[in-house]
């Protein structure tokens, strides 16, 4: 995904209208995983990336 929330392919490109936000665009423990979890890491990433993915499919939308 770029900075937008957009989802890429492999290539790098953007698939048209498709977004994603929390656990399913990122995770931020980092590459070992649940070893380095802290508590609320969830919730982070699903209001921080859920917010960015709206807004930019609402801009999308209204065009």
């Known amino acids: 995904m770029d900075d937008t929330a957009a989802v890429a392919r492999a290539d790098g490109t953007p698939i ?31 209001i921080g990336l859920g917010r960015i993915a709206g807004v930019n499919a609402a801009h999308v939308a209204a065009v």
Request: hydrophobic letters at 35%; zero cysteines.
């Open 16 to 46: 048209p209208g498709l977004f994603a936000g929390g656990g399913v665009a990122a995770g931020v423990s980092g590459k070992t995983g649940a070893d380095g979890y802290s508590s609320g890491n969830g919730l982070l990433t699903a």
